[in-house]
């Protein structure tokens, strides 16, 4: 359900355009080729929750629709993309079950807000060049200059980049008090850092640094693609309390 392809490219005579009835439009998640479309399937299963979160969530899609949705309560929440999707979601499909529902299920559901990147992640969107930190409840960080973005995350930084629909820009607030700049270049909330020459990794939380334990990684979820590496001792924090388990303020999808 979740392979990339451009919004509205046609090939042959088909659209590849899905679109809610509010207007947004989502990413199908099919490579097209001028002779051949496929899809990356989610594995279809009765199971109704990944692994890693079964208490809180559980990934739905319909028969005739590739979109997918978390469901949180009895809360659906579109996935605009795959980078959106695999922002949350560790390892391969198997590891993460779509469950086809039918229409009448799937109606049932209260329709909630989009999902959007996890915070550390660095968004664009489609429409423009601006870049930024998402740092949680949806808030996004300007970085004013690629050459801050290289400062921060190193030279691969764009290889982090991930690029959102401008429809779904909405879903986003970017905070006016949050500016990264030449001046102000520091690391924002939501980042995974390892200062050079040390193997412990610390999130940064609410401008303090949190130690992560290695079970606290796995059990929050974090993404070690994410994780910011070699970063100068000059770059100092207020140490916080350690993070030694789950803490729905880190992985947190309400």
């Known amino acids: 359900f979740f392979t990339e392809f451009t919004a509205g490219k046609e090939v042959g005579s088909a659209t590849l355009t899905v679109c809610q009835t509010t207007g947004q439009c989502a990413v199908l998640y099919v490579t097209v080729t001028a002779t051949a479309t496929t899809a990356t399937t989610a594995t279809t299963t009765t199971a109704t929750t990944s692994s890693s979160d079964s208490s809180t969530l559980k990934l739905i899609k319909t028969a005739t629709n590739p979109a997918v949705y978390a469901v949180i309560g009895n809360v ?12 949350w979601h560790l390892g391969a499909w198997a590891d993460n ?19 959007t990147a996890r915070s550390g992640a660095l968004i664009q969107f489609d429409n423009s060049s601006m870049i930024y930190a ?34 779904f820009e909405v879903d986003y607030t970017v905070d006016s008090s949050c500016k990264i700049t030449a ?72």
């Open 76 to 87: 659906r929440r579109l996935y605009s993309n795959s980078a959106t999707f695999w922002s």
């Open 97 to 115: 079950p779509v469950t086809v529902v039918s229409q009448d299920e799937f109606s049932g559901y209260t329709v909630g807000k989009n999902m």
């Open 134 to 167: 998402v740092v949680g409840d949806n808030k996004l960080c300007h970085i004013n200059a690629t050459s801050v973005a290289a400062r921060l995350y190193g030279s691969t930084w764009k290889s982090r980049l991930l690029t959102i629909q401008s429809s």
């Open 183 to 254: 001046d102000t270049a520091t690391y924002p909330d939501g980042s995974l850092i390892q200062y050079a020459g040390f193997d412990d990794i610390w999130y940064i939380q609410n401008g303090q640094k949190r130690l992560v334990s290695d079970s606290a990684f796995t059990l929050n979820k974090f993404n070690s693609k994410y994780l910011i590496k070699n970063v100068p001792s000059t770059y100092s924090f207020t140490t916080g309390s350690a993070i030694t388990g789950k803490e729905t303020s880190i992985f947190n999808l309400k």
